[in-house]
């Protein structure tokens, strides 16, 4: 099912929790609702199942306008945070339950829950209580009492947060692998780049109510909008120096000059970021003059990688570096950037320059 949210904003009192939100999900896709605490992402899933009313704008199903909708009227399956399982009832009972609702007869709700079972690998504890299962489990559980309704829409609301790490990474890979299956269009909140970034095949990133940037999770890492995304994507987090932009380059607080690929757009004098991945550092040829003069300050074994922090004037700088160079504390080195992961923000706004 494509979903489409035309300017929906929604409104506590004074709070302005969604603001002028428009964005389009196409037809069976697993897309990820990302951003920070309060930043709206919950909210507008619950203006998407009808838990809560639109302060205005309009929300689309193929079309069709559903705005004013009851959830049980949407097609919609949820999954929330703590599960809500039916403690009393088994496996069987829990995902049966919504057929029972419905009036379907015995056999054929047996028959559906069954087959859903097996869809999230747990057919061979149907008879169990929830208090019987992992967090895992149940969370699978959930999933199954969600799909077993057929629904057009599947919406997650952090399903993930209450596992441990292991248990997280395994569930987020079944949760693709049960979209895929299905191909039911999924809308998947969360606060977790890592899981957003690796099950999605769009992210929907936002802020204070505010839609940052649409796009495939490759695209918002490589070409990000504005300085909000390329701080929140990246794990070490972006590094930012300030400086200004002077006849084609970069020119640091310290006076130390980066010639870039490019300054499209950036006003001769501008106070910038110059936003570098970590991964876009490396060493520079002898006798450029165009460098970051950097010293080290410590060096960190990251399995088969090495990152050096490293001190640029008053800056703290993460740099993926080779085993090769055998760098300590103490060092000092000159780093180039490379084409790739660079960015020009502009520092008052955020604003992209390059």
Do not use: W
Request: aromatic fraction near 6%; charged fraction near 25%; glycine fraction near 8%.
């Amino acid at each position: 099912m494509r979903v489409e949210m035309k300017n929906l904003s929604k409104h506590f009192g004074r709070v302005k929790a969604v603001n002028d939100f428009s964005v389009i999900l196409n037809d069976g896709e697993l897309v990820c609702l990302l951003g920070p605490s309060g930043c709206g992402k919950s909210t507008v899933l619950n203006m998407l199942s009808g838990i809560l009313p639109v302060t205005g704008g309009k929300i689309y199903f193929d079309d069709e306008d559903v705005t004013d909708l009851p959830p049980e009227q949407r097609g919609i399956g949820l999954v929330f945070q703590n599960y809500a399982l039916y403690p009393h009832m088994t496996v069987l009972g829990n995902i049966c339950f919504p057929l029972e609702i419905q009036g379907l007869p015995k056999a054929e709700r047996i028959q559906r829950a069954t087959e859903m079972a097996e869809l999230v690998h747990m057919e061979g504890m149907l008879h169990r209580k929830p208090k019987e299962l992992s967090g895992g489990q149940q969370q699978r559980v959930a999933i199954a009492r969600a799909l077993v309704k057929r629904p057009n829409l599947l919406l997650l609301d952090e399903p993930l947060s209450n596992l441990d790490a292991r248990l997280r990474l395994e569930m987020r890979e079944e949760i693709r692998r049960i979209q895929l299956q299905t191909k039911v269009t999924t809308i998947f909140v969360t606060h977790d780049q890592e899981e957003a970034m690796s099950i999605s095949d769009h992210i929907v990133l936002m802020k204070d109510g505010f839609l940052q940037q649409h796009d495939d999770p490759q695209a918002l890492y490589n070409e990000p909008a504005n300085q909000f995304v390329a701080d929140f994507l990246g794990n070490p987090p972006i590094n930012n120096i300030k400086g200004a932009i002077h006849s084609g380059f970069f020119v640091a607080q310290n006076g130390d000059k980066v010639r870039l690929p490019e300054t499209d757009g950036a006003p001769e004098g501008v106070k910038v970021h110059l936003a570098i991945r970590a991964e876009s550092f490396m060493m520079a040829d002898e006798g450029d003059e165009s460098c970051l003069h950097c010293t080290v300050e410590n060096v960190y074994q990251l399995g088969k990688e090495e990152m050096a922090l490293l001190n640029f004037g008053d800056t703290q700088v993460r740099a993926y570096l080779s085993f090769d160079y055998g760098l300590k504390a103490g060092d000092e080195v000159t780093l180039q950037v490379r084409d790739r992961g660079v960015f020009l923000f502009d520092l008052e706004t955020g604003r992209r320059y390059a």
